[in-house]
């Protein structure tokens, strides 16, 4: 069992967790609206921190970005009190975009908007020793990096997982969910009818993790899984399939009776609460009280999923479901329990929902153990026991290797992609639109699984997608940069945007051959074969996981691009 | 009908949508640019193509489910811009 150590969450609401839960408890929220704020034409509403509370954060030889994730695990580690610079301490961030302010000053090394060096800094300044784990899920990454948390301690890789997610605003993220026509010019209004669209966030949120339970009633993460929707990279699916696996695997064969409520992701677009309340009718969990947060803080990306199950933690303990700040009649064809107003619950236990860009969809079931009698039994957890490689491919721009065999290819860089896809593929022109990091995975895993020889039309919730690189979208990013860079020539495009996120690769994947099991996407700093390997461990803790297709796509530009992928098979399932 | 601006019309679509291996010949002026047939677009493309109106022809759709009419077609496409271009 992996157990709550402590938490903390830095936000323009507050710097603890407590300040916090009694702000939004209280019916505070930060959210304001910002007329010209960095020169975007559009107006939009924001939870943004103010210059004094920038200022406040700031910490010597960090970014802003880097400082606001410190400042919330420096004191989650504190009220932990565990000592973080032994082997036994693993540092996870939750981000989908970083440092991405800095693209626009960069002069030839990219490495500053890389989220693995944001990593580095954080954990070298927390005095972390170990290699930082980045996951970069696009919205649902804060599920992830708890779920990941909760693998690592409970396969023994780690006794501690400081997991930390944030992300701060800027021009490249607003006025990119401006181009998606998915931000609100007012407070966002979760499930309603009249919702419009989302606000964007400023935050930071920290768990710690461990594997000692620090006391009699502590939080345990008990269950978690990721499921993709195969159905779109920026819509999700009508029918909430992913969500509703997602859901299902977390509560299967346990008493929901239990459950205090649903914390949705909620974020007041049309489609996404929609689908929620689908999924989770579907699910058949739609007696369970349902909220959503995102009316006190906007949408804090890769901090969403972290911040609002520490909030559901604090208002569990505090017998409270949290009302949904925004919402007055329901807007959403699911039949699902929703109020503006804080109620009273003698339960405790939880499932946080969460979905995404990459058509990814992660839930967590949070909850106190009774005395002696777990709810989920340890054993049932899978094991990287008997893992079998089935095929190998890699390509880099001088060529394209299949279990060793070279490819013949006359052209090189860019163009082999595309040589590759005429030869191989040619059946799927959505290859065009791709960015770089796409076509090079989608490539990889077309030619690995001619290699494995069939294809099933019909949908699989036994395959999981799961990739790690460095360089997280650097040419996506650059390409939409580009597109906003001139204040005279400002024309964000929304094409060049969704691709801005690393794991939308996982999603095209998924979404070519139907995969309905986890898709995962990390960074590292470097690449490190060991790390890679443990994570794809990880992933095998899922049960419903018997084969994946995974391992390193790094594409820093077309003339450096590497994949290092795999098939691999769990021969006990 | 416009011709020229079919043309220019067909040359900004591949070049916004990054339909790379097609030329303006390959598109159909009266097929459907959406669904299955057609070339296949889809909901981010209506919003790339706004977006592609309002930077070469200064048009501004405030709704962007209004793109469903206007895109029916390159021919469509062409006689919206021609009535209501600024520049």
């Not at chain 1, 800095?102 to 954080?122: C, E, F, K, M, N």
């Not at chain 1, 650097?474 to 945007?497: L, R, T, V, W």
């Not at chain 2, 459907?32 to 109106?53: C, N, Q, R, Y």
């Not at chain 2, 469509?76 to 209501?84: G, M």
Request: proline residues 3%; hydrophobic residues 40%.
């Amino acid at each position: 069992m992996v157990y709550r150590i402590a938490d903390n969450i830095v936000s323009p609401l507050g710097e603890t967790t407590a300040e916090n839960y009694q702000a939004i408890k209280t019916g505070s929220s930060a959210l304001c609206r910002y007329d010209h704020r960095w020169q975007i034409p559009e107006p939009f509403t924001a939870s943004l921190f103010t210059e004094a509370q920038g200022r406040a954060l700031a910490v010597s030889g960090l970014t802003r970005f880097e400082a606001l994730a410190y400042a919330s695990a420096r004191r989650a580690i504190e009220d932990a009190a565990i000592c973080v610079a032994t082997a036994n301490t693993v540092f996870i961030l939750s981000t989908t975009k970083g440092n991405i302010e800095l693209i626009g000053q960069l002069s030839g090394d990219d490495r500053p908007v890389y989220p693995g060096t944001a990593a580095r800094h954080i954990a070298e300044k927390l005095g972390i020793t170990t290699l930082p784990v980045t996951v970069c899920n696009a919205c649902i990454s804060g599920v992830s990096a708890i779920i990941l948390g909760m693998r690592l301690i409970e396969a023994g890789q780690f006794d501690y997982a400081v997991v930390c997610g944030a992300d701060v605003q800027s021009k490249f993220t607003v006025s990119g969910f401006q181009s998606l026509k998915a931000v609100a010019e007012e407070a966002c209004r979760p499930f309603d009818m009249e919702r419009v669209g989302l606000n964007l966030g400023e935050a930071a949120a920290t768990i710690v993790l461990g594997r000692e339970k620090p006391s009699a009633d502590s939080w345990a993460i008990l269950r978690g899984a990721v499921r993709n929707d195969a159905f779109h990279i920026s819509s999700p699916s009508k029918n909430g399939e992913g969500a509703r696996l997602a859901l299902s695997a977390v509560t299967k064969d346990t008493d929901t009776g239990r459950l205090a409520f649903i914390n949705a992701h909620g974020t007041a677009t049309m489609f996404n609460d929609q689908m929620e309340s689908v999924a989770i009718e579907r699910a058949a969990l739609n007696t369970i009280p349902v909220n959503a947060l995102k009316g006190y803080y906007g949408h804090t990306l890769g901090a969403a999923g972290i911040l609002e199950t520490v909030l559901s933690m604090a208002a569990a303990d505090d017998h409270t479901i949290i009302g949904t700040r925004g919402f007055a009649e329901r807007g959403v064809s699911g039949r699902v329990l929703l109020s503006s107003e804080n109620a009273i619950t003698c339960k405790h236990d939880f499932v946080k929902m969460i979905s995404g860009f990459g058509g990814g969809n992660g839930a967590i079931l949070v909850g106190k153990e009774e005395q002696g009698k777990p709810c989920v039994d340890g054993n049932e957890r899978g094991s990287k026991r008997g893992c079998t490689i089935r095929q190998r491919v890699s390509v880099t721009p001088a060529g394209a290797f299949v279990n060793g065999r070279k490819l013949e290819t006359t052209a090189t860089g860019k163009a082999l992609l595309t040589e590759l896809y005429k030869c191989y593929v040619d059946d799927y022109p959505r290859y065009y639109k791709m960015d770089g990091l796409c076509r090079l995975g989608f490539i990889a895993s077309e030619l690995l699984l001619q290699a494995e020889g069939h294809r099933e039309e019909a949908p699989r919730e036994d395959w999981a997608v799961v990739f790690a690189n460095r360089s997280s979208s650097i040419g996506a990013d650059k390409c939409y940069q580009a597109s906003i860079q001139d204040a005279e020539n400002y024309y964000p495009s929304p094409a060049a945007f969704v691709y801005t996120l690393p794991n939308i690769v996982t999603g095209e994947i998924a979404i070519r051959n139907h995969y309905l099991g986890e898709t995962s996407f990390y960074i590292l700093p470097e690449k490190d074969d060991n790390t890679i390997a443990m994570l794809i461990e990880a992933a095998f803790q899922d049960t419903a996981t018997k084969y994946i297709l995974g391992g390193w796509i790094d594409y820093p530009d077309d003339a450096h691009f590497a994949a290092e992928t795999y098939i691999i098979m769990n021969d006990e399932r | 009908m416009n011709n020229e601006l079919i043309l220019e019309l067909k040359e900004q679509i591949i070049q916004a949508l990054n339909l790379e291996e097609m030329t303006p010949e390959d598109i159909d002026t009266e097929a459907p640019l959406f669904g299955e047939k057609g070339l296949g677009l889809d909901s981010i493309d209506t919003l790339e193509l706004i977006m592609l109106i309002e930077k070469n022809y200064g048009i501004k759709l405030a709704n962007p489910a209004e793109g469903k009419t206007i895109f029916k077609s390159v021919a469509t496409l062409a006689d919206y811009v021609s009535k209501n271009r600024k520049k």
